[in-house]
């Protein structure tokens, strides 16, 4: 399989901050030719992520397909906000598939049901991440901020924007170091 970008699958824009917004589920395209992605099976007690599997198991194995309402929009205004308060750019990186035909934040094989389309779009998606996190490495010895975002989806048409989640990795003898922050009660609806 030849794994090439493609522009409509992820957004990405160089930066030249050591800030690096991602969004993972806020995409809306949704190829024919992929498949939609439903809950794994549990086979000799292992999830396996297979179409057409069964029987599915909702509990041990269960896969969310609801966009996070909004979350690429917010990734985008806040990309837009630092560039106009700063005159600088931060690095973007949004996947731009709806999460029923891919996860971008899994790993491979939930994220892609063994659709090669889907890994593709996956490896793209994470392959610009580590291209900005490389960039901003090389340039910034303090290292940098990733910030990712997400929301909560839900059924009946309305959303909440539970947390944005920070990574904050510190650039020490070519290792990047993390940690992981919340901010609680950052809601928002819309109906």
């Known amino acids: 399989m030849t794994l090439s970008f493609r522009a409509q ?3 990405y ?4 901050l050591n800030l690096i917004i991602t969004a993972p589920h806020g995409g809306y395209t949704t190829p024919a030719n992929v498949p939609d992605r439903h809950h794994g099976c549990v ?20 896969v969310v397909t609801l966009r996070d309402q909004y979350t690429k929009e917010i990734a985008e205004l806040f990309f837009d906000i630092v560039k106009n308060k700063t005159g600088r750019t931060p690095y973007l990186v949004t996947c731009n598939w709806a999460r029923i035909k891919l996860d971008a934040n899994r790993e491979i094989n939930e994220a892609a049901f063994g659709n090669n389309e889907s890994q593709r779009v996956h490896y793209d998606f994470h392959q610009r991440i580590k291209q900005a996190r490389e960039a901003v ?3 910034y010895s303090q290292g940098g901020l ?4 997400h929301g909560h989806a839900h059924a009946n048409n309305w ?7 920070f990574s904050i990795h510190f650039s020490f003898r070519s290792h990047w170091w993390s940690t992981h922050i919340q901010i609680p009660n950052a809601h928002s609806h819309s109906r």
């Open 146 to 149: 990733l910030i990712d975002v």
């Open 43 to 62: 086979v000799n007690n292992t999830c396996v992520f297979q179409y057409g599997c069964t029987p599915q198991d909702a509990t041990n194995c269960r």
């Open 9 to 11: 699958d992820v957004t």
């Open 13 to 16: 824009v160089p930066g030249d």
């Open 159 to 165: 959303f909440e924007l539970v947390s944005f989640s």
């Open 137 to 139: 490495e090389s340039q």
